[in-house]
């Protein structure tokens, strides 16, 4: 803050112990903070408050004057100044945001203006806490007592057999169960929406009512069943959590402001799509080369909500999207699999979920083409060459013939958009797609993981070199089930083990050419896969689960080392680092993962806990590392996202910090991405691209809310956000 700043200076330090020795007033004005400098695209100015200089709170500069949702926002440093800049001409409301303080009012503004502004304090703690990231207030539902496990059922404690411990529970509450698909915590949860029509009726009848609501509403039906217990289970505890929040009980913490390195960063948010249709993930780049695509559209992936996908064009400020095609036309819609159950507050009956293309994951090449995981066929309809009498060298060893009917989430294969041709091309895959990465390899081979579990367990690849000299799907692809060396003689045979732990995450280790992915599977796995010399017929896995304290895991990555980095549920970054292991990594017992807990090393992240526990109570869902250091924190930087904090967890110097959007709130991170768009300009050249993932766009803060953090008139749409970090919280 400002005050030790100034006693720095010696002679101020004299002047003031006279003061105080002589009983004299205090001064009146603040001792001047340096001016600040700004150039004809900024807005700076200094913010102050009851005490003098506001440090470490937003100031956000926001207008309706461009093609999509617009609004930029930075941190003060210690003298309460700020500069926001670059913004595009428009003419901007600008104010004040931060912990301690309720907004203060919109200051209508245009660039190259010194505006200075007045903090307003919360009247009240009540007030303060309406500005509190979801976390601060979904930490305090009362979570199942540890003496409630293992569960031994209806007619013993109560407690689900299938909750073994409280860590598994609370993996299904935060991350792998409900925080899976939104925050929990934010003002749509922790309040019901007027239009939900529950006047009158008990809090556990509303909780049931507003659990069925919209498409989810088959999904969160069958969650909240799996947790049902004796004493009501976690219905009742959401309905007490509310009723406490509805008399007045406020978050038993309070967030701290950002601080240090926090406070050099520049958060812009754009919109995409429509409030009804949620996006997945983006894709800005080619992650190896991360200056293709310079300045270039942003691509979407819309997952279950819709076949039009988004594109941002982030130079021009302009939302269009993509109507992508499926290659068969009886591939069915995920509105079979989500109907609406009951009415949403938002959309009523309306099926607002219905794609054929299901599209989960973009990446890209280093041409620019976007490959998606999307449905092109009915998964009814496999190819020829996925049976064995193909002569198929990986259906040979393992084929893939099954036929389900309906619409299966998983059942995807991959479409491919070349910008420059404007033409869509079809890769008919054997095995179900999910997540990708590309190899840094002379086929440019793209691994693919599927989600699926059991004998559908495996990892996929297309040498897409070959598959873009011959357009030969079937010759270009290949998959492998995921065998364990467990007889230990470092090769694969019939009496090895098959791992029925799928990849959820995949990603590639320049490092070896390893391949390693994540299985989300209580509490949590890595799994390395050696490709060998034939995949189909060579390829080994090793698995590792995460020891306590860690549990609750999903997306990951790895770094340039071969280092695997994941961000879980206990509230941690964790890496795994195979060249720390010890002993044997085959054998007996190595396919249950237990081995090499040396490897695993835990940094905890912010963020208040649950009563009697110690980490965050987050939900994080994906990890990504900054291998090319587009940050500015360094190559290899892990970032977690931090899905119930509105925020990106950082790993730097072993610690974590918090980069936080704290306007609008309701920002959940699913798809990051990091561009270079010109190498020379410095941190003004490059930054870090972040899809706002909720299946509940609706849920975050609209541009008219009528109170913080509150869906309004105007429902939001999709965040896109763009992260910089400066040298200083002053660079322009
Ligand atoms: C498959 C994704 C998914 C999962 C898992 C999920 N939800 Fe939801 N949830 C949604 C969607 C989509 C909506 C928005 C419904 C609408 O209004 O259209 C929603 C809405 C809500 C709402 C707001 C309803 C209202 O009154 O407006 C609450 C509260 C909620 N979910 C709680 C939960 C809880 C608790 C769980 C775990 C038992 C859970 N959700 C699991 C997708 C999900």
Redesign the pocket.
């Known amino acids: 803050m400002a005050t030790p700043r100034v006693l720095h200076s010696g002679a101020t330090l004299i002047a003031l112990t006279l003061l105080l020795l002589t009983g004299a007033p205090r001064p009146q004005a603040q001792p001047a903070a340096p001016a600040v400098p700004i150039d004809a695209g900024d807005i700076g100015g200094v913010v102050t408050g009851k005490h003098g200089p506001e440090a470490g709170v937003w100031v956000i500069a926001e207008t309706t004057e461009l093609g999509t949702r617009f609004a930029k926002m930075v941190v003060t440093d210690d003298h309460g100044r700020y500069v926001i800049p670059d913004l595009p001409a428009a003419t901007y409301r600008v104010w004040v945001r931060g912990y301690g303080l309720v907004d203060s009012p919109r200051v209508t503004t245009a660039r190259g203006r010194i505006v200075n502004l007045t903090a307003v304090p919360a009247p009240s703690a009540k007030e303060a806490a309406e500005y509190y990231p979801a976390i601060y207030w979904f930490s305090m539902l009362k979570i199942p007592d540890r003496s409630l496990f293992p569960g031994t059922g209806p007619d013993g404690n109560g407690m689900p057999a299938a909750y073994k411990t409280q860590e598994q529970w609370l993996n299904a509450?935060q991350l792998n169960?409900?925080g899976?698909?939104?925050q929990?915590g934010d003002k749509?949860?922790r309040e019901?929406?007027a239009t939900?029509e529950v006047a009158g009726r008990s809090s556990v009848d509303a909780w049931t009512r507003?659990?069925q609501?919209?498409?989810?509403?088959s999904?969160?039906v069958r969650?909240?069943g799996l947790?049902n217990t004796n004493d009501g289970g976690?219905l009742r505890r959401?309905a007490e959590w509310t009723d406490r929040i509805r008399a007045g009980e406020l978050p038993a913490s309070v967030p701290p402001r950002p601080n240090g390195v926090e406070r050099n960063l520049v958060v812009t948010v754009y919109d995409w799509h429509s409030p009804k249709y949620y996006i997945h993930d983006l894709i800005v780049t080619d992650r190896r080369h991360p200056g293709v695509n310079a300045f270039g559209p942003i691509y979407g992936a819309a997952e279950l909500s819709t076949d039009d996908l988004p594109i941002l064009d982030p130079v021009k400020i302009i939302k269009t999207t993509m109507r992508v095609p499926i290659r068969d036309q009886d591939a069915p819609s995920s509105a079979l699999a989500n109907p609406v159950v009951a009415p949403?507050?938002?959309?009523g009956r309306e099926q607002?979920w219905d794609s054929r293309v299901n599209a989960h994951n973009p990446m890209m090449d280093r041409e620019g083409r976007v490959y998606y995981t999307a449905q092109i066929r009915s998964p009814k309809t496999p190819p020829a060459y996925c049976a064995a009498d193909s002569g198929h060298p990986s259906a040979k060893v393992y084929p893939l013939t099954r036929t389900p009917d309906g619409f299966v989430q998983n059942s995807r294969q991959v479409t491919v958009y070349d910008p420059k041709s404007k033409q869509f091309t079809f890769i008919d895959t054997c095995f179900g797609t999910h997540h990708l990465n590309f190899a840094e390899d002379a086929d440019d081979t793209l691994w693919l993981s599927n989600n699926l579990q059991n004998e559908l367990a495996l990892v996929g690849w297309i040498n897409t070199k070959k598959f873009w000299q011959t357009r030969d799907a079937g010759a270009s692809q290949g998959w492998s089930p995921l065998i364990v060396d467990t007889n230990g003689n470092g090769k694969r045979d019939a009496d090895d083990t098959r791992l029925g732990l799928g990849l959820y995450g995949i990603a590639y280790s320049p490092a070896d050419g390893a391949v390693w992915g994540s299985n989300i599977g209580h509490p949590g796995y890595v799994i390395r896969v050696q490709p060998g010399v034939n995949p189909s017929e060579t390829a080994l896995a090793e698995v590792y689960k995460v020891p306590p304290p860690g549990y609750g895991m999903r997306g990951f990555d790895v770094d340039r080392h071969g280092v695997a980095w994941v961000t879980l549920a206990s509230g941690h970054i964790a890496s795994f680092d195979r060249r720390r292991c010890t002993g044997r990594l085959n054998g007996p017992g190595a396919a249950e993962g237990n081995l090499c807990p040396e490897g695993w090393t835990f940094y905890p992240i912010q963020g208040p806990a649950f009563a009697g526990r110690d980490g965050a109570a987050e939900g994080p869902y994906y990890t990504w590392v900054d291998q090319h250091d587009i940050l500015g924190l360094g190559a290899n930087t892990p970032i977690g996202t931090g899905n119930f904090s509105d925020s990106l967890h950082v790993l730097t110097y072993g610690k974590v910090i918090q980069l936080r959007v704290p306007y609008p709130m309701g920002f959940f991170a699913k798809g990051v991405d990091g561009r270079i768009d010109d190498p020379k300009a410095g941190w003004k050249g490059r930054g870090l691209w972040v899809t706002s993932g909720n299946?509940?766009p609706?849920?975050i803060e609209s541009i008219d809310a009528p109170s913080p953090g509150a869906p309004g008139k105007t429902l939001s749409s999709p965040l896109v956000v763009h992260f910089q970090l400066r040298p200083d919280p002053l660079a322009h």
Do not use: D, E, Q, W
């Open positions: 509450v169960g409900c899976n698909c939104h929990l749509a949860t019901f929406p939900l507003r659990l609501s919209g498409p989810g509403g999904s969160m969650f909240i947790m976690h959401l949403s507050p938002y959309f607002v299946r509940t609706m849920h």
